[in-house]
């Protein structure tokens, strides 16, 4: 929530949607979600309640079948409009990977990506090569405000503020017994809590 807080105010969004993944087909069945959609659609309206930038986008997981970035980005174009410009927020090492998703050349005529990573830390271009190298290069955009200017096809770096925390290691919190909590906002804890989640056969 802090990186969506950052990156809100640093490129002015008028709106960030949470949208929690449905089943992401590259995710081997070994690391699919922990726990159900609706668990995890409910945890993130408990955790972005009073903020009146933040909206849950349940789009993902009403689908069937597989999900796909690229469809849930055509969705949002196709109700919003060709003009208004849309930005894709995720993290450096993801970025790194995109190589590996659905129809990933034609997510730039659909979506702005803002690239977030931790303050001084480069190591993530590294490990970009070929097309998505040709790509970054290309595309790059240094001016958080002119991202508006345009509705798609721009990416830009921004540094957030280095918050050690983990999913994973708050799932291993919960399951050997220690208390994560103030890594997460108190009303996802209590839900959590209250639903068994990340257990040894929690759901």
């Known amino acids: ?14 709106e960030v949607r949470f949208i929690p993944a449905g089943k992401p087909y590259h995710r081997a069945p070994e690391l699919a979600q922990p726990t159900s959609g609706a668990h995890r659609a409910e945890m993130v309206r408990r955790a972005i309640h ?13 689908r069937s079948g597989p999900t796909y970035t690229y469809d849930t980005l055509a969705g949002l174009r196709g109700e919003l409009g060709e003009q208004v410009p849309l930005v894709v927020l995720l993290g450096a090492d993801a970025f790194a990977l995109l190589e590996t998703w659905h129809r990933w050349r034609e997510l730039f005529a659909l979506c702005h990506f803002a690239v977030a990573q931790r ?3 480069e190591t993530w ?13 290309a595309r790059e955009q240094a001016d958080a405000q002119r991202i508006g200017a345009s509705a798609a096809g721009s990416v830009l770096v921004v540094e957030m503020t280095p918050l050690e925390i983990s999913a994973t290691a708050i ?5 050997s017994g ?3 909590r103030y890594l997460l906002p108190d009303a ?4 959590i809590v209250v639903n068994k989640l990340y257990l040894e056969g929690g759901r």
């Open 188 to 191: 996802v804890l209590e839900y």
């Open 125 to 137: 271009r590294e490990r970009i090569g070929g097309e998505l190298a040709a790509v970054l290069r």
């Open 171 to 175: 799932r291993a919190q919960l399951r």
């Open 119 to 121: 303050a001084g830390a």
């Open 178 to 180: 220690k208390s994560p």
């Open 50 to 62: 009073g903020n009146e930038l933040f909206r849950l986008d349940a789009r993902d997981l009403e």
């Open 1 to 14: 929530m802090r990186l969506a807080q950052q990156a809100a105010e640093q490129i002015k969004l008028q």
